[in-house]
Nanobody, 124 residues
Framework: QVQLVESGGGLVQAGGSLRLSCAASGRTFSGYAMGWFRQAPGKEREFAAAISWRGRSTAYADSVKGRFTISRDNAATTVYLQMNSLKPEDTAVYYC?????????????????WGQGTQVTVSS
């Protein structure tokens, strides 16, 4: 079992930046691909970004491409989501997810492990 804990959310003005962190613990983190998803009020959970085990492969939703950057520090068993040029439509609860398959995927059902989420609110 892998436990994931997100942090770094908060309130920011449009155009600002935030960096989310996801700390993993429990069984080995080795070989796990990681993803970030988000869910806005009244909407379905949607994919934001994903990264392979060694960080050589990444994927982004079109809505965040060029503004968000996913990265990881395997020694620290932590994954990050740097969010720049934030927009009000980025307001959501952001979730970290993990899969042992080392598969960079946009499909939420491919990730068996999830964090509890961190709230990001972008004011206009």
């Amino acid at each position: 079992q892998v436990q994931l804990v997100e942090s770094g959310g908060g309130l920011v003005q449009a155009g600002g930046s935030l960096r989310l962190s996801c700390a993993a613990s429990g069984r080995t983190f080795s070989g796990y691909a990681m993803g970030w998803f988000r869910q806005a009020p009244g909407k379905e959970r949607e994919f934001a970004a994903a990264i392979s085990w060694r960080g050589r492969s990444t994927a982004y939703a079109d809505s965040v491409k060029g503004r968000f950057t996913i990265s990881r520090d395997n020694a620290a068993t932590t994954v990050y989501l740097q969010m720049n040029s934030l927009k009000p439509e980025d307001t959501a609860v952001y979730y970290c997810a993990a899969t042992s398959r080392n598969l960079v995927t946009r499909q939420a059902q491919e990730y068996p492990y999830w964090g509890q989420g961190t709230q990001v609110t972008v004011s206009s």
